[in-house]
Structures are given as C-alpha cells and as structure tokens.
C-alpha cells in the first residue's frame, strides 16, 4: 500500500492560524485594557488630588526651599488642602503648629538624611510616569530613575545620606489586597551602583535556603554600617511576612521573625519600629510595636489606631506617622512614645511622609 501525505487546504491553515490570531488580538486587548484601568485609576486620582489644590492651606514660597544647614526642622509632604498640596514642606520640629514653608518640589513620598533627599513622583499625562529623584539638600536633582509602572509606596535614606531605597507596587495597590506585587531597589548613591531589585538575593530561614516563587520586599531601613539593612519579606500565597536582615555585599539575607511590615530602625540601632497585624478586620488589621534586637522584646505602643505607614523615628524615643485626617481629605501627622508609655499627640494637621533633619 502506498502512503501518500495529504497537502493542507487554505481552509486547513487558516483555521488555526485564525485562531492564534484570536488569541494574540485578545491578549493584545487585555493589556491594554489592564493599561486603560490602570490609567484611568491614576487619572481619577490626579482629579482627586486637583481638587485638593483648592483650600486655604499654605502657598509656595518665592523660592524653592533650601535644607542645607538645617537643623531641628521636620521635612514632610504638604497635604492641606490648598495651593502647596503634595509638595515638599518644613516646619520648626519645636514649633509644629507654627507657619510651615512650602516650596516648590512635589513628592509622593520623601525621606531624607546628611544632605542626601529620596523623592518618589508620579507626572501626570496621557501615560502617568513614575520616577525616583535623587536630590541634594538644595533640592537640586542628582540622578533620576524611571520606575516604569510601579506605583510609589515607601522610601528611605540611610543616616549617613549614602544608601537610598524605595519601594513601588507593579500590581495591586495595598498590602492588604490578597494579590500584590512589589519591587523594592537600593542606590549607592556614592557610586551609583544600582541593586534593581531584592529578589535577586538568596534567603535563608531556619538554616535552610528560602526562595519561594511568590515572595515580595518593601520598608527597607538600613543600620549604620550602609551595609547591613532590615525590610519586610512576605511569600504572598501563604498570608504571612517576616522580617529579614540583608547584606548588600554578599546580596543575600536571612528571617529573623515572622509577621513584621515596614521596619524602621531607631537612630541608635537598637530597636526596630514596625506595624503587627493583630487583626483579620481589613479596616484596622495592623498595630504599631517596637522589637528591641538584643532581647527580642516586643512592645505594643499606645496608638491603638491601625496604621498603614513605616513610623519614622523623631529621636531615640519618639515615633512619627501618617494617619487619614477627619473627613478623609489628606492626612496628618502623629507621634507616639517608642517604649509603649503615653499616649498618641497630633504632631501637625496636613502632613505625610515625615523627617527630621538633624
């Protein structure tokens, strides 16, 4: 019997070929709707944040703020209704309450130490931008990296002013959501040796390599050796986080306990800040602790609100956070003590992202 190899009609190739078409067409139509929402998302909240520019709260002044030589004044992002909404703002640290200055630099989030400014921002347009801007303490822009898609959420500055760090999320929008991912880099701003993300470093827990497929990095802090840093490591699909302690040089890092989110080291390298979920109520899940390293004491502070930020340390017994103002417009500024006594005092109306310039 002879086989012979039947030649495929038109109706045969196009059949398939249509259907990967499809496929690619439709693929091609759930990114860009994905970019669309995600566009559109951004847009409702640049409306948002317009509408926030009409208020009474403090103008820009004629020039652009100056943090050289510094001392004792708290830089933070202005977020009183008005003309200076979302730019950067300082007050005397002695006289909160007192006439603040706005300058002329906007931020979504900042932090800044030894003369050294990490400023997270979003350009609105067609196709919102994303950006880390490095800044010198004339607020003039030393190197600026594009963080594509990422959304802005948290920065730091090393004590030195050497080691910048910032994280931004690549989908999802809250640590709360059930879904989220993160990117998290670190800048030797001395060198420009850029670390793009955490993920690529290896971490142990228990003696063992721990590299779970899901795992995301946020809230770095870093110790004064601008070597040694602590953050928060969560494998997404198992619901838990916990806190690791990294090595720049040897690009890797180890769990020291779990159910940790933003640490923030204390000036003097002892203790570490954090928010503890203590709840299942997405409304109020998280309270704010302190871990003392040498013992591995935790300490509930006195604010019993649920707060969402990585607390930055005044000095080395006081707290600063950001908590929603009353009637959800902007939020404010709160200190606490660090070592679970008192009780929480407003530190200003209309601020976020705060530090202090020593």
């Not at 669309?36 to 998302?41: K, R």
């Not at 921002?121 to 963080?147: K, M, N």
């Not at 000036?267 to 409304?283: E, L, M, Q, Y």
């Amino acid at each position: 019997m002879t086989l012979t190899r039947r030649v495929p009609s038109e109706a045969d190739q196009d059949g398939p070929l249509f259907t990967r078409g499809r496929l690619a067409v439709f693929a091609v139509a759930l990114v860009l709707l994905a970019g669309l929402g995600i566009g559109y998302g951004l847009h409702a909240a640049h409306r948002a944040d317009r509408g926030m520019h009409q208020g009474s709260g403090t103008a820009p002044a004629a020039g652009e703020l100056d943090l050289t030589g510094a001392h004792g004044e708290l830089l933070f992002r202005d977020t009183e209704p008005g003309p200076g909404f979302g730019l950067l703002a300082t007050v005397d640290r002695a006289d909160p309450t007192g006439p603040r200055t706005v300058g002329h630099t906007a931020c979504e989030r900042v932090y800044s130490a030894a003369g050294t400014v990490v400023c997270l921002t979003t350009e609105y347009g067609a196709i919102p931008s994303h950006h880390v801007r490095i800044l010198d303490a004339a607020l003039r822009e030393r190197r600026r990296i594009d963080l594509g898609a990422g959304a802005p959420n948290r920065a730091r500055i090393s004590a030195s002013g050497r080691m910048a760090s910032w994280t931004v999320f690549t989908s999802g929008d809250s640590y709360a959501a059930n879904s989220f991912s993160t990117r998290t880099s670190v800048l030797d701003v001395r060198t420009g040796a850029l670390t793009a993300t955490l993920e690529d470093f290896s971490v142990s827990k228990d003696g063992e390599s721990y590299l779970p497929a899901d795992r995301n990095f946020w809230g770095v802090t870093f110790t004064s050796d601008d070597n040694t840093f602590y953050a928060t490591m969560s494998p997404v699909s198992t619901g838990k986080t916990y806190l690791v302690r990294g090595d720049l040089a040897a690009r890797r890092m180890t769990v020291l306990r779990e159910n940790v989110e933003c640490p923030s080291l204390s000036p003097d390298n002892t203790r570490i800040a954090f928010k503890k979920r203590v709840s299942s109520d997405p409304v109020r899940p998280w309270r704010l602790y302190v871990l003392d390293l040498a013992s591995g004491r935790e300490t509930e502070l006195a604010e019993t609100h649920s707060v969402d930020d990585q607390a930055a340390w005044l000095d080395d017994t006081t707290l600063a956070y950001a908590l929603p103002a009353a009637g959800g417009t902007g939020s404010d500024l709160w200190t606490v003590p660090a070592d679970g006594t008192g009780s929480p005092a407003l530190l200003l109306h209309g601020g976020f992202s705060p530090a202090l310039l020593p």
